[in-house]
């Protein structure tokens, strides 16, 4: 379909958008602890075992003077998934209140989201490779252990949820005129 007025591209409604991305939000809220608490690699060499979980990772980046590194790992496995949580949280719950309340930061905050939800697969992939390279050494070894699966887990359903999230429900109690405030 095309707009009558300015020949763009219109694209249908989805459905059940709110709720769709409520589901996706309650499960990744739930899996955010695991993730953060439940050891992420088991890490084992002739002289050391040990589990690791992201914010023992931290630490240990802190500690060895990698700071940089260890704050951008904070941020991006730490920070980035609770503030899109947070983020879509505060969209649905004003969208499905029909709220009129700044519709233009709300769209922002939404698109900002949706930004970061490309990058967002790049921690597991750094995950992976670094199985990957130690598993080919004979002196060490590194096994994924339950708290990857709940990090891959929150970071592919905030993603779903961003993606089943209709931006269009933020514009629908302004277009209406609803006279709620």
Not at 128 to 133: E, S
């Amino acid at each position: 379909m095309r707009c009558p007025r300015c020949g763009g591209v219109v694209h249908l409604r989805i459905p059940q958008s709110l709720e769709k991305t409520s589901a996706y939000l309650a499960a990744a809220a739930v899996l955010y602890v695991p993730a953060n608490v439940l050891p992420v690699m088991h890490s084992s060499s002739v002289l050391v075992q040990q589990d690791d979980t992201i914010l023992s990772g931290v630490v240990y980046l802190f500690r060895s003077g990698s700071w940089p590194l260890g704050l951008l790992v904070f941020v991006a496995s730490v920070m980035v998934p609770l503030l899109k949580i947070l983020s879509l949280g505060v969209l649905v719950c004003m969208s499905a209140r029909r709220s009129r309340a700044h519709p233009l930061a709300r769209i922002r905050l939404y698109r900002v989201v949706d930004f970061i939800g490309r990058w967002s697969l790049l921690d597991i992939y750094a995950v992976t490779m670094l199985v990957a390279l130690v598993r080919m050494g004979a002196l060490a070894s590194v096994q994924p252990r339950p708290g990857a699966l709940a990090f891959a887990a929150v970071v592919v359903l905030t993603l779903l949820a961003a993606q089943s999230f209709d931006p269009r429900a933020i514009w629908d109690a302004v277009d209406a005129g609803d006279p709620r405030p």
